[in-house]
């Protein structure tokens, strides 16, 4: 059964960093694409960044503070977060596709305090 476990989440002053993981159970090199997405309260799920064959896609939103980055020997996902506005609070999920399935993790909360 594939897992993505993802862990990183906390409370952020504005301006701070962090840096979110996702921890798949098998090759993460599967996937296709890979990313995070996040739900803020009364919001919709949103795409924040994502890992594909064509390269990186970035939200507008996070572009220029967030990186997302894989590394297949550790089967790990991450999201580096870097100068968190409060806006950017939400629950954060992995999301990986793999032969036509969508996974999800359980996702990890962000708090962002002003």
């Known amino acids: 059964q594939v897992q993505l476990l993802e862990s990183g989440g906390g409370l952020v002053q504005t301006g701070g960093s962090l840096r979110l993981s996702c921890a798949a159970s098998?090759?993460?090199?599967?996937?296709?694409?890979v990313g995070w997405y996040r739900q803020a309260p009364g919001k919709q799920r949103e795409m924040v960044a994502v890992?594909?064959?064509?390269?990186?896609i970035y939200a507008d939103s996070v572009k220029g503070r967030f990186t997302i980055s894989r590394d297949n020997a550790k089967n790990t996902v991450y999201l580096q977060m870097n100068n968190l506005k409060p806006e950017d609070a939400a629950d954060y999920y992995c999301?990986?596709?793999?032969?036509?399935?969508?996974?999800w993790g359980q996702g990890t909360q962000v708090y962002v305090s002003s």
């Open positions: 999301m990986g596709q793999r032969y036509g399935a969508h996974y």
């Open positions: 098998g090759s993460i090199f599967t996937f296709n694409p």
């Open positions: 890992i594909d064959s064509g390269g990186r």
